[in-house]
């Protein structure tokens, strides 16, 4: 699907741009398919610049004086596929780095930046053997990891134990997202015998009435989530992610309610705390806890991360657009019917991801349109 060039068979008049899936941040330069990320300099950046308006053959760009060691840095873009050549139909490439599989549809809490708070899911779990599917068509690809989510709280799965024994067979690890409610000792046990790249809890306030609101959830299961934490930062130490308490909603205490809560589960072991910048999800919950976003239809973006290096499959094996598309109404195939690679390189994901990497138009009604992933801005200077 994603292909290195080789830089023995670079031919000096073949037409080179800069990918369409190469953006920058000052002079830090990602790039989406193969998930690096490169310091660089300023020469680099307008080197990417000029070929992304302009594309160039090699001769050509060997004649820009005014870049300097030139030769290194094409040697090192081509390397790093930040160069692609200008016939490389883009919009076929896709890499799963990272998999979201939605092994159950609902949630125990209500979280008020949440849209389980406004419209719950449905039961829903994913059959071990349609789970058992999704990680055969994986076989081939090396993702960064998997997740059990999609908006669902992967321990009520009856399942839970089987799945992640089926992902260590395979060498997959796991990244967990959980509010740890019902994380009892003997599950923390269990994680503790490996294949976890991190867990993340979604932990708003130290407090008990704040959590207890913001979750809209009984004071016991503020005791029980506070309990998890606390023993898992004891028991699992050395996760290659570490563990990761999330503080969500954002509100003018978020940075306080954050600090608080690293003041206290720090003592427990290395934790990392992170404020979230809770946003709408595309429209489906609006409240003061969330930011809003919006764009204009008809317009030319400078692309999401999720369309080329994500992969998202429902507990029925639906592929879906991605974690913000909390419905799953935008649906690219079906696992049971077809492989990944034929899903991700299909008509509807090709179009998605032309019209989010500026290469068409976005299509007015698109969902993309409500969301603050869509980058609006390719080469950012500030
Ligand atoms: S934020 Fe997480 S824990 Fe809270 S309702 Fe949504 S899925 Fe459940
Ligand atoms: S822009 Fe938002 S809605 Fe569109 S694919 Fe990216 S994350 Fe999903």
Known sequence: ??????????????EYKTSA?????????????????????????????????????????????????LDEKLKFFLLENLLVPVSQDEMLSFVPHRVDIETVRQCNARCQFCPQSVSPKSRGVMPLDLFSLALTRLEGTTPDWIAFNH????????????????????????????????????????LAAGGIKKIVFNFPSLEQTEWCELMQMPEQSYRKARHAIEFCLKTIRHLPEGIVISVNAVTDTQEMRAHKIKEHFMTFGEVQVRTVFSD????????NLVRINSHSGGQRYSGCDRIVSQLH???????????????QNVVLGDIRQESISSIMTGPLARQLRAEMYGLAPMESGRICLNCHALRQTRFLDQ
């Open 1 to 14: 699907m994603f292909r290195n060039p080789a830089i023995d068979h670079i031919q000096m008049e073949t």
């Open 21 to 69: 899936f190469v953006h920058s941040w000052q002079t830090v330069i990602f790039n989406d398919l193969t998930n690096r990320i490169v310091v660089g300099d300023e020469d680099d950046i307008t080197l990417l610049k000029r070929l992304a308006e302009s594309p160039k053959t090699l001769h050509d760009i060997a004649s820009f004086s005014d870049i300097k060691r």
């Open 151 to 190: 908006y669902g709280e992967p321990l009520i799965d009856p399942f839970f134990r089987r799945r992640i024994e089926l992902l260590r067979e395979r060498k997959l690890p796991l990244a967990l997202f959980t509010n740890g409610i019902l994380m009892k000792d003997d599950v923390v046990d269990f």
């Open 280 to 287: 709408s999800r595309a429209g489906s919950i609006q409240n």
């Open 313 to 327: 499959i429902s507990t029925e094996g639906k592929v879906y657009l991605c974690c913000q598309d909390y419905d």
